[in-house]
C-alpha cells in the first residue's frame, strides 16, 4: 500500500463512545482505520510476527481482519483495557502471562512506522500530576499552592496557615483504584492527617471561580466554561452529567502556553482543567493525556471529533 493512503489504527475498548464516534468520522471521509481491543488479547486476537533480514518485525495481528503493521500511518491510543488472561491462570502465571502479552503486543507497536496520539510512553508520563504542575509553573501559567506530602505535621500546618474551608486535598496520582473526589481540608480532621502516613496526598489552596474544560487537539484548541451554577464549587466531575456548558475564549496568553504546555508533554491531544478566578485570572489544575470530550462536544457544538478526526487522517495521507 502506498504511504500516501495508509491505515488509521484505532487501540481502545470496542464499546466505547468516543471510538465509535471518531471511527464513523474517518469513514465520512474515506479514511481507511481498524481497531483493536487489547481486552481480546491473547485469548480471541492472534498475533503472528516473524523478525525478517531487515531487522524487522513483519506479520499481522488477526483481530477479526488481519491487521498489517506495514500499512499503519496513524494510531489512536485511546484507554486500552487489560488482556484477557484464561481462567486457569493464577497468582505468578498470571503476572507472567500479563508480561507475555505485553511484550508481545510490543513487538507490533515498534513494527509500526506511525505518528501517535498520542504515544504511550508520553502519555503515561504525562499522567504524573506532581511533575504537570511543575512544568505549568515553568511555563509561566498560575497554579496553585501546592503541597505534596505524607508528613502529618507538615500537612496540617499547611492547612493552618489559611482560613477554614479555604485549603483543598486531593490524590497525587491519577491511578484509577485509588480514584477520589477532591474535598475540603480542615484543621481539626485528624483521620484525614492521620492518613497521610500512609497515603501521600496533594494540598492546595482552594482556588475559587469558575470551572473551564479545554482540550487540545493538534493546533486546534477547545474551550469551555462549565456554569458555576450547576457545578460542584470542589470538584466539578460530581456534578458533570447535569453541568451545564458554553463556548468560552482563553486570553491569548493562557492558550498560547497551553499549546506549550501540551506540546512539552509530547503530547498531540489533552484535556486540561483551568478554573478562572473572579479577578479574571486562569489557574491551571492538571491536564488528562486522554480525558472524555463528547460530553463537552454535544454541550457546545464545539466539533472536537471532528479535529481528531483531522488530526488521524492528516497522518494516515502523509
Not at 488472561?85 to 506511525?114: I, N, P, Q, V
Request: include cysteine.
Amino acid at each position: 500500500m502506498s504511504r500516501r493512503r495508509g491505515t488509521v489504527l484505532v487501540v481502545a475498548p470496542a464499546a466505547d463512545s468516543h471510538t465509535r464516534a471518531v471511527l464513523a468520522e474517518l469513514h465520512r471521509r474515506s479514511v481507511r482505520a481498524a481497531s483493536i481491543d487489547t481486552a481480546r488479547f491473547p485469548e480471541r486476537d492472534a498475533l503472528i510476527l516473524r523478525l525478517d533480514g531487515d531487522a524487522r518485525w513483519r506479520g499481522t495481528l488477526r483481530s477479526g481482519t488481519a491487521l498489517d503493521p506495514e500499512q499503519v500511518r496513524a494510531v489512536w491510543w485511546r484507554r486500552p483495557e487489560p488482556y484477557l488472561l484464561h481462567d486457569s491462570l493464577r497468582g505468578r502465571r498470571r503476572d507472567g502471562a500479563f508480561c507475555a502479552a505485553h511484550d508481545a503486543l510490543g513487538a507490533f507497536w515498534s513494527a509500526l512506522d506511525a505518528h501517535w496520539v498520542n504515544d504511550p510512553p508520553r502519555e503515561e508520563a504525562a499522567e504524573h500530576k506532581p511533575r504537570q504542575l511543575a512544568l505549568a509553573a515553568r511555563l509561566g501559567l498560575a497554579v496553585p499552592e501546592t503541597l505534596v506530602t505524607n508528613d502529618p505535621a507538615a500537612a496540617r500546618a499547611f492547612v493552618a496557615a489559611r482560613p477554614d474551608g479555604e485549603t483543598i486535598h486531593k490524590n497525587v496520582t491519577s491511578a484509577p483504584s485509588l480514584l477520589r473526589h477532591t474535598a475540603i481540608a480542615r484543621a481539626r480532621d485528624r483521620a484525614l492527617f492521620a492518613s497521610v502516613r500512609h497515603l501521600p496526598l496533594t494540598f492546595q489552596e482552594r482556588v475559587r471561580g469558575t470551572d473551564l474544560r479545554v482540550t487540545v487537539v493538534g493546533d486546534d484548541l477547545f474551550a469551555a466554561e462549565i456554569d458555576p451554577g450547576t457545578a460542584d464549587p470542589i470538584d466539578v466531575r460530581a456534578t458533570l452529567p447535569r453541568a451545564r456548558m458554553r463556548p468560552v475564549r482563553l486570553p491569548a496568553g493562557v492558550a498560547s502556553k497551553l499549546h506549550r504546555f501540551v506540546r512539552q508533554l509530547g503530547l498531540v491531544y489533552a484535556t486540561l482543567d483551568l478554573r478562572r478566578r473572579p479577578d479574571g485570572e486562569h489557574v491551571f489544575l492538571e491536564v488528562n493525556p486522554s480525558g472524555e470530550w463528547r460530553y463537552v462536544e454535544r454541550r457546545t457544538g464545539q466539533p472536537i471529533t471532528a479535529a481528531v478526526a483531522n488530526v488521524l487522517a492528516r497522518y494516515a495521507r502523509r
